[in-house]
């Protein structure tokens, strides 16, 4: 009896049952983008960002007479000495070759731009307008204006010691200031395409030193004025010093053209 009784008791016992088992959370990738695709872009913008340091680099190298115009610019080269690949040497030149630094000719690759003496003269152009337009954002800043006065007082010491290469080389540190200085974001960025390393080295060895200091000349008064509040006065000065320095470069050139003709003989 006592068999059964356990038996029946067992019979009657309620079967457990195991728990099912828990759900995994599946993660929903973030605004519907696959992983794949996030690594792919991250490693897109990773690739651009190491080209844009190639570009700095060799910018730095054309500033500092490395690279000189005309060079070639091996890519094999350039890569091992950076120690990266090949693919971000390409898309660094492809972007200098964009902005006009370098030019990529069939059978011999990457060169240095070289600039004739009138597109020397045409950058300087360029380069008093970035400055103008950017002193249009500076007036009624105190603090900017002072950099800039200070800046100018070094263009204008070496200016008066007849150091041209040191006042052009300040002319063009003013520039960056009064850009850096702007509020204006695409002046930045069109400044920024415009490589002013590059453009200052082959200035230094292309025009005669009078001619930069002519080109330095008022930027201090110019500088003066601005920290006046005087824009229009301070815009109208560096006009001034390009006007000064166009006019010595277009009689400059005028006297290399007559000096090159063959003397006219008699009849």
Do not use: W
């Not at 390409?90 to 060169?111: C, F, K, Q, S, T």
């Not at 337009?133 to 263009?155: H, V």
């Amino acid at each position: 009896m006592a068999d059964k009784s356990s038996s029946q008791n067992q019979a009657k016992a309620p079967i457990r049952r195991k728990a099912p088992a828990a759900k995994r959370a599946v993660k929903k990738p973030v605004s519907g983008k696959s992983s794949a695709e996030s690594n792919g872009k991250a490693t897109s913008a990773s690739r651009e960002n190491l080209a844009q340091r190639i570009v700095t680099t060799i910018d730095n190298m054309i500033a500092s007479g490395e690279l000189r115009p005309g060079q070639r610019i091996v890519e094999t080269e350039l890569a091992e000495r950076l120690e990266v690949s090949r693919l971000p040497v390409r898309e660094a030149l492809r972007i200098l070759a964009g902005d006009g630094v370098v030019e990529i000719v069939p059978n011999r690759g990457a060169l240095v731009r070289e600039f004739q003496p009138f597109q020397l003269s045409d950058m300087l152009k360029v380069l008093i307008g970035h400055m103008c337009m950017a002193l249009d954002e500076l007036k009624g800043r105190p603090e900017a204006q002072r950099r800039l006065l200070e800046q100018s007082e070094r263009i204008e010491s070496a200016r008066v010691a007849g150091d041209a290469v040191g006042a052009f080389s300040e002319l063009i540190t003013f520039h960056e200031l009064a850009i850096g200085a702007s509020a204006n974001s695409f002046l930045q960025q069109i400044a920024g395409k415009a490589h002013m390393g590059n453009y200052k080295g082959q200035a230094l060895n292309t025009f005669p030193h009078d001619l930069l200091l002519e080109a330095s000349r008022c930027f201090y008064p110019a500088a003066k004025a601005l920290r006046k509040d005087k824009v229009s006065d301070a815009k109208k000065l560096l006009n001034k010093s390009l006007e000064n320095f166009l006019l010595a470069f277009n009689e400059r050139q005028i006297e290399d053209v007559m000096s090159s003709r063959p003397p006219v003989g008699r009849l």
